[in-house]
């Protein structure tokens, strides 16, 4: 069965400095697809950033980027140059299947970042 | 930019009241999620429809949860009657044919008295 863990409840980061998030994931499909979300305290649940199983390399979008380790099943978010509004519940998901299987996503628990100025 | 709308954005119930969440996802999405959120956790899926056909709907208490697609296009989710255990965030999200990425709307916070 799929499983996606984030063993991290809560994080601290200063203003303008680099964090990393850590999510581990099972799965005994080949090809699956690994999202990051970001849900503030509004609700909504924000897509960040897309990595696919057979991609060669590290998915980047922004100031957001995911240290993909296929042999480790690890697909951690790395967050540059944090901002006081990066401050929210990050979630960690994967769907089995590639493009187009429109699986649903499987969601850790969330890790609650929070940036001091 | 095209956006999932979700309303209401909150819902406050008593137990054993019927209660009703509507989703339009982004136009000419054909697939739409139905997810809950339970406080401190993760989103879980409750129903999936592609167009007005439902996928999966395995994990819908369907004693008292049903979901509608008519025509495709937005959809209800309804509880009777609402329970205590049902106090959650409703989420609902849809992709296009590709399937990539899930976008999801903001959400309907339910309380249950």
């Known amino acids: 069965a799929q499983k996606i863990t984030q063993t991290q409840p809560g994080m601290f980061v200063q203003e303008k400095e680099a964090v990393t998030l850590d999510c581990t994931y099972d799965?005994?499909?080949?090809?699956?697809?690994l999202f990051w979300y970001k849900q503030p305290s509004s609700g909504e649940m924000i897509f960040l950033i897309y990595q696919g199983s057979y991609d060669e390399q590290n998915a980047t979008e922004g100031r957001y980027s995911l240290n993909f380790q296929k042999a480790r099943k690890s697909a951690n978010l790395v967050i540059s140059a944090s901002q006081l509004g990066d401050s929210a519940m990050y979630f960690c998901?994967?769907?089995?299947?590639?493009?187009?299987?429109?699986?649903?996503?499987?969601f850790g628990k969330g890790t609650k970042l929070s940036v001091k100025p | 930019e095209a956006e999932v709308a979700q309303s209401p954005r909150y819902k406050i119930t008593e137990k054993s009241q019927a209660v009703a969440f509507w989703c339009d996802p982004i136009?000419?999405?054909?697939?739409l999620y139905w997810y809950r959120q339970i406080l401190g956790q993760g989103p879980e899926l409750l129903v999936q429809f592609q167009d007005e056909s439902v996928v999966d709907d395995s994990q819908l208490p369907k004693d008292r949860f049903s979901a509608e697609r008519l025509k495709g296009v937005d959809s209800t989710l309804k509880i009777q009657p609402a329970e205590l255990g049902d106090s959650a965030m409703y989420l609902c999200a849809s992709t296009d044919r590709r399937g990539d990425t899930q976008y999801f709307g903001p959400g309907t916070r339910l309380t249950v008295l």
């Open positions: 799965t005994s499909d080949q090809s699956y697809g």
């Open positions: 998901a994967m769907r089995e299947g590639g493009l187009g299987s429109q699986g649903n996503l499987i």
């Open positions: 136009s000419g999405h054909a697939t």
